[in-house]
């Protein structure tokens, strides 16, 4: 599984510190507790707060694993370095910022996530939507934002179809609302040869612009520079659509004199884990290791 892999892609040998930048339901916290004992991760969360499961998920760890090797801070990724420097290098009485072994990305949204309707994220469920993006953005910012962070060929109808419907019949409010207009709109033919739902494309644009998600991604790949132990420390980055995969890979790319890429382009995941999870149908994962003074000119 794409989880195993990416704990296997870690920093080995010895006591470990690790930092799950997606914490969530804890699945990578697990892997990497189990396949290095006695190492601690710092799990990272945004969400921590504002959902339950997480906190549960976490509770279950700590009785699993033991207390001192959890802790879950409630940050956006984007404040990776902050954490360390603060919370950490304390705690380490070290004179440098780079303490971490491996740090891990899950940049899509969870299966908990996507599971809960109120998190707003499921068009399969009846949820909250973010109502100032869908109800008063105009339709050319509409079709931009779905092009660019959907990466939608028919971005021009779903936008136009949205200002339609709000203007003519009501705003919109739930997620469901929105998933049914795009079906809708959609024609029988392109959805029966589609493997994913019509509204996947226009859900993930919302959400990437919402969250600021990939400049966050830049900030925090540009920390972990500045935070993995030079030599060892390992970079795994999972992503699950276009732009944030080129983010990663124009990173690795531009820092080759800090980063030596572990893996040879990009892991995706074989058909039998696709058929086990179908959400990580479009995961691609990535790995480098932090260097000092790489001359190598490497093909990503």
Known sequence: MITNRSASSSSSGGKKLFIDATFGAGGYTREILRAYPGCKVIGIDTDYYNNPTIKENEK??????GKERLEVHCVN???IKKVVQEKIVPQ??????????????????????LDQGHRGFSFLREGPLARDVVNNMSE???RIMITKFGEDDKAYRIAKAIVDYRNNVKPFETTLELANLIEKITPFHERKKKR???????FQAIRIFVNDELSALQNALYASKDILKIGTGRL??????SLED??????MKENQDSFKKITKGTIIPDDAEVEFNVRSRSAKLRCAQRVENNRTDEDY
């Open 246 to 251: 080129r983010i990663t890979k124009d990173f």
């Open 60 to 65: 279950l760890i700590h009785e699993e694993f």
């Open 140 to 142: 050319l910012d509409l």
């Open 92 to 113: 380490l009485k070290s004179d440098t910022s780079n303490v971490i072994d491996g740090i891990v990305f899950d940049l899509g949204v969870s299966s908990m996530q």
């Open 196 to 202: 994913i739902h019509p509204a996947t494309k226009t």
């Open 77 to 79: 990724f984007r404040e």
């Open 236 to 241: 795994v980055v999972v992503s699950y659509h």
